[in-house]
């Protein structure tokens, strides 16, 4: 029978049930919950994210409560959640679970203390130490010896179970002090090992708070009243004055402001706002007081929608987490059966004492808890998840995050990538025998598309106040330009590559457009409509330039130092295309490419990669492509990471792109790398870690060094080493 499904998406026909469960903190509560509720009937996939405590559930169940005993019946109480789009801030900052007291453990410290202190001073009363042991384990392991039998009841040898029959096991062949010991060390180090992961939880609930829960909004009345920030629909007017942070995503009405973006977009210069100008959620308003209209509500803002797609980054499991996920299936049994065969093989092959070989099996199973090998990935990758997207930098999947250090090759797009994407018309000149009105017809198609080309021709019309005409039977003409009819003539505005499709282009023209497009320029032409001696022909040339960011240039140096080659694509013609990849130093560079050439461009540098020299230790290097998300869609889901710029606000592309960029900065792809390449750096050394210590301390185990204390701290000192190592990514990103 196969297991339940674990996909993102719920299987055809089911329902969706999330649950907040407090207990569920490590790989050892999943496997017990995927052990009790993976064979109910009716239930066809589960989903964990052990980082925020979130159970999803598809099942056909008629109601959640089969769901909910069957939760409490491994001792963990379930509190339902919104069934759809993702957790919301305000779920997400739900009452933490009263806090356990601590003097239960402090008192068991002491009692275990005393057992020692008295065995090893041998006092009068034999007895003592066996009691003061007794009162310990009672005091801070009974809650230990529940979850060890509820496991063991579901068939599950997890650290709980383990652990209560390593200690058991102790008692019974009389190391009193030594069993409680290890109780009072083991329930220590779970308690300072929640700790630490309760820091890689703060890394995403910081996300969260960034909005505030009040909004002060204009009443019917006419007076502001400061109210939910969940209760404000779209279309209200809210007012947002200096020091105060940005509550719903809006556009500005009335006033004049800088606000620091950096919690949305990673910027770290403020940014001017005035009217027209869009707000994001979690912005901090620095100088002016601004009004604005909100234009989504608090569940579905661009920091609501980061805060999801990085919930929906923590669910998926990275390779390295699979992989490691699959081997702790096998490890625990095989060290279980190992510590059987260590209690009876030697007393009865070689005459072994028995108590000895048995102390040494019950040392064993404490070893043989996965724990620290488990949870090193989703903390490191959690932690490494929350500083991108604090800097800007949206990753959608641990897949992502592990793939961008082999990246090899680069390729992007020129308009709104590598240059501003606000091109101006530099120049324009009639054709002999161009209809008088020849300007207006192009700046009316050009009013009509929402290329940034097109829009620098209409804008320049716009300023030397031409008129615009009324356009019929309007098309847009992808990776060419646009059509459309003017007083019942066709018209075509469009690039080179159009117009010499369209048989239009003659030497003379054909020099004329080469010697402007050398310049860097990219041309735009009108053709057609009224017929000219010899039939339709180009009416007007239109000459446009780009600028490049200064930001472009120090990204293309700093991808070429990380030793990632880079190719732009461009629609533009060749000769602009070279130009300012020239100017960017861009290794190489393509024009009069339509998005299918794009797709075929990435599919040809995926080939060459897989087939180029690795380098050591690499088994194959990775693809990028850098767009808008929308336009290059066939090329960004052709490269193995797709990069989508300047997304604040974006949902589309949010949803879309593998990496979101929320600003139009290319150097945060760098930044990305260099994080990509720390995290298996870190992933590599907590494997290692968790992996050397296990096998340091089974060594000493088998050659009779080895003790149940040492196990202990060997066990949850891996664990607590692989989580302050994987929360040093939480940090900065240089």
Request: proline content about 5%.
């Given at each position: 029978?196969?297991?339940?499904?674990?996909?993102?998406?719920?299987?055809?026909?089911?329902?969706?049930?999330?649950?907040?469960?407090?207990?569920?903190?490590?790989?050892?509560?999943?496997?017990?919950?995927?052990?009790?509720?993976?064979?109910?009937?009716?239930?066809?996939?589960?989903?964990?994210?052990?980082?925020?405590?979130?159970?999803?559930?598809?099942?056909?169940?008629?109601?959640?409560?089969?769901?909910?005993?069957?939760?409490?019946?491994?001792?963990?109480?379930?509190?339902?959640?919104?069934?759809?789009?993702?957790?919301?801030?305000?779920?997400?900052?739900?009452?933490?679970?009263?806090?356990?007291?601590?003097?239960?453990?402090?008192?068991?410290?002491?009692?275990?203390?005393?057992?020692?202190?008295?065995?090893?001073?041998?006092?009068?009363?034999?007895?003592?130490?066996?009691?003061?042991?007794?009162?310990?384990?009672?005091?801070?392991?009974?809650?230990?010896?529940?979850?060890?039998?509820?496991?063991?009841?579901?068939?599950?040898?997890?650290?709980?179970?383990?652990?209560?029959?390593?200690?058991?096991?102790?008692?019974?062949?009389?190391?009193?002090?030594?069993?409680?010991?290890?109780?009072?060390?083991?329930?220590?180090?779970?308690?300072?090992?929640?700790?630490s992961?309760?820091?890689?939880?703060?890394?995403?609930?910081g996300?969260?708070?960034?909005?505030?829960?009040?909004?002060?909004?204009?009443?019917?009345?006419?007076?502001?009243?400061?109210?939910?920030?969940?209760?404000?629909p779209?279309?209200?007017?809210?007012?947002?004055?200096?020091?105060?942070?940005?509550?719903?995503?809006?556009?500005?009405?009335?006033?004049?402001?800088?606000?620091?973006?950096?919690?949305?977009?990673?910027?770290?210069?403020?940014?001017?706002?005035?009217?027209?100008?869009?707000?994001?959620?979690?912005?901090?308003?620095?100088?002016?007081?601004?009004?604005?209209?909100?234009?989504?509500?608090?569940?579905?803002?661009?920091?609501?929608?980061?805060?999801?797609?990085?919930?929906?980054?923590?669910?998926?499991?990275?390779?390295?987490?699979?992989?490691?996920?699959?081997?702790?299936?096998?490890?625990?049994?095989?060290?279980?059966?190992?510590a059987?065969?260590?209690?009876?093989?030697?007393?009865?092959?070689?005459?072994?004492?028995?108590?000895?070989?048995?102390?040494?099996?019950l040392?064993?199973?404490v070893?043989?808890?996965?724990?620290?090998?488990?949870?090193?990935?989703?903390?490191?990758?959690?932690?490494?998840?929350?500083?991108?997207?604090?800097?800007?930098?949206?990753?959608?999947?641990?897949?992502?995050?592990?793939?961008?250090?082999?990246?090899?090759?680069?390729?992007?797009?020129?308009?709104?990538?590598?240059?501003?994407?606000?091109?101006?018309q530099?120049?324009?000149?009639?054709?002999?025998?161009a209809?008088?009105?020849?300007?207006?017809?192009?700046?009316?198609?050009?009013?009509?598309?929402?290329?940034?080309?097109?829009?620098?021709?209409?804008?320049?019309?716009?300023?030397?106040?031409?008129?615009?005409?009324?356009?019929?039977?309007?098309?847009?003409?992808?990776?060419?330009?646009?059509?459309?009819?003017?007083?019942?003539?066709?018209?075509?505005?469009?690039n080179?590559?159009?117009?010499?499709?369209?048989?239009?282009?003659?030497?003379?023209?054909?020099a004329?457009?080469?010697?402007?497009?050398?310049?860097?320029?990219?041309?735009?032409?009108?053709?057609?409509?009224?017929?000219?001696?010899?039939?339709?022909?180009?009416?007007?040339?239109f000459?446009?330039?780009?600028t490049?960011?200064?930001?472009?240039?120090?990204?293309?140096?700093?991808?070429?130092?990380?030793?990632?080659?880079?190719?732009?694509?461009?629609?533009?013609n060749?000769?602009?295309?070279?130009?300012?990849?020239?100017?960017?130093?861009?290794?190489?560079?393509?024009?009069?490419?339509?998005?299918?050439?794009?797709?075929?461009?990435?599919?040809?540098?995926?080939?060459?990669?897989?087939?180029?020299?690795?380098?050591?230790?690499?088994?194959?290097?990775?693809?990028?492509?850098?767009?808008d998300?929308?336009?290059?869609?066939?090329?960004?889901?052709?490269?193995?990471?797709?990069?989508?710029?300047?997304?604040?606000?974006?949902?589309?592309?949010?949803?879309?792109?593998?990496?979101?960029?929320?600003?139009?900065?290319?150097?945060?792809?760098?930044?990305f790398?260099?994080?990509?390449?720390?995290?298996?750096?870190?992933?590599?050394?907590?494997?290692?870690?968790?992996?050397?210590?296990?096998?340091?301390?089974?060594?000493?185990?088998?050659?009779?060094?080895?003790?149940?204390?040492?196990?202990?701290?060997?066990?949850?000192?891996?664990?607590?080493?692989?989580?302050?190592?994987?929360?040093?990514?939480?940090?900065?990103?240089?």
């Amino acid at each position: 029978m196969s297991s339940p499904a674990t996909e993102a998406e719920a299987p055809a026909g089911t329902r969706t049930a999330r649950f907040r469960i407090e207990a569920m903190d490590c790989p050892t509560e999943e496997a017990l919950l995927r052990g009790k509720l993976g064979g109910m009937a009716g239930v066809a996939g589960l989903q964990f994210n052990l980082m925020q405590r979130i159970l999803t559930v598809h099942h056909t169940l008629d109601s959640e409560q089969p769901l909910m005993a069957a939760i409490a019946s491994v001792g963990m109480q379930a509190e339902t959640l919104a069934a759809e789009g993702g957790m919301s801030p305000s779920s997400a900052q739900a009452a933490p679970a009263p806090a356990t007291p601590w003097w239960p453990l402090a008192l068991g410290g002491v009692a275990a203390l005393g057992a020692e202190l008295a065995e090893w001073f041998s006092v009068a009363t034999p007895w003592l130490p066996a009691a003061l042991a007794l009162a310990a384990i009672a005091v801070a392991g009974l809650g230990t010896y529940r979850k060890g039998w509820i496991a063991l009841r579901n068939r599950n040898l997890n650290i709980n179970a383990l652990m209560s029959i390593a200690v058991t096991g102790a008692l019974l062949i009389g190391h009193w002090p030594e069993a409680a010991m290890v109780m009072v060390l083991f329930a220590l180090a779970e308690r300072i090992e929640a700790a630490s992961l309760d820091r890689a939880r703060n890394a995403i609930r910081g996300l969260m708070a960034m909005a505030p829960e009040q909004a002060t909004v204009l009443q019917p009345d006419g007076a502001w009243l400061a109210v939910p920030a969940g209760s404000v629909p779209p279309g209200a007017v809210a007012r947002l004055r200096p020091g105060e942070r940005v509550a719903l995503d809006g556009r500005v009405l009335r006033g004049h402001s800088a606000l620091d973006q950096a919690p949305i977009t990673g910027e770290s210069v403020p940014v001017d706002k005035q009217a027209g100008d869009l707000l994001f959620a979690g912005s901090i308003n620095q100088t002016g007081e601004l009004e604005y209209e909100v234009t989504a509500p608090a569940s579905d803002s661009t920091l609501a929608r980061i805060i999801h797609a990085v919930e929906a980054a923590q669910a998926s499991r990275a390779p390295t987490q699979r992989f490691v996920d699959r081997f702790a299936r096998v490890y625990t049994p095989t060290i279980f059966v190992i510590a059987l065969l260590v209690a009876v093989l030697p007393p009865l092959l070689t005459g072994g004492a028995w108590l000895d070989w048995i102390y040494k099996a019950l040392v064993l199973l404490v070893i043989a808890c996965p724990c620290a090998l488990v949870i090193s990935t989703p903390v490191t990758i959690v932690s490494a998840l929350a500083a991108a997207a604090r800097h800007g930098i949206l990753i959608k999947g641990g897949v992502y995050l592990e793939q961008g250090k082999s990246l090899r090759w680069l390729a992007l797009d020129k308009t709104g990538t590598i240059t501003h994407g606000r091109p101006q018309q530099i120049d324009y000149a009639l054709l002999p025998g161009a209809p008088a009105r020849a300007r207006a017809i192009a700046a009316s198609l050009a009013a009509r598309s929402d290329h940034p080309v097109s829009g620098a021709v209409a804008a320049a019309a716009r300023r030397d106040g031409v008129e615009t005409l009324e356009v019929q039977h309007f098309e847009a003409l992808p990776g060419r330009g646009v059509a459309g009819e003017v007083d019942g003539h066709s018209y075509w505005l469009g690039n080179h590559r159009l117009i010499h499709e369209m048989g239009l282009c003659s030497e003379a023209l054909e020099a004329r457009l080469e010697a402007i497009e050398r310049q860097g320029r990219t041309v735009v032409l009108l053709a057609g409509g009224e017929k000219r001696a010899g039939g339709p022909g180009v009416h007007a040339l239109f000459s446009v330039a780009d600028t490049v960011k200064q930001t472009s240039r120090d990204a293309v140096a700093e991808l070429h130092a990380l030793g990632v080659g880079t190719m732009m694509l461009s629609g533009d013609n060749p000769h602009t295309a070279q130009a300012i990849a020239a100017e960017v130093g861009i290794d190489e560079a393509r024009g009069n490419q339509l998005p299918q050439d794009k797709a075929e461009a990435v599919a040809a540098l995926t080939a060459q990669v897989s087939q180029g020299p690795k380098t050591k230790g690499e088994k194959h290097g990775r693809v990028g492509m850098v767009g808008d998300g929308i336009n290059d869609a066939p090329a960004l889901a052709r490269a193995d990471i797709g990069f989508a710029m300047g997304v604040a606000g974006t949902d589309t592309a949010i949803e879309t792109a593998d990496v979101a960029l929320m600003d139009d900065d290319l150097r945060k792809i760098p930044a990305f790398i260099r994080l990509s390449r720390r995290t298996g750096t870190v992933l590599t050394q907590n494997i290692a870690l968790a992996l050397g210590i296990k096998a340091v301390f089974l060594a000493l185990t088998v050659a009779g060094l080895g003790t149940m204390w040492m196990a202990v701290f060997a066990d949850m000192g891996a664990s607590l080493l692989v989580v302050f190592n994987g929360l040093r990514l939480a940090g900065r990103l240089r």
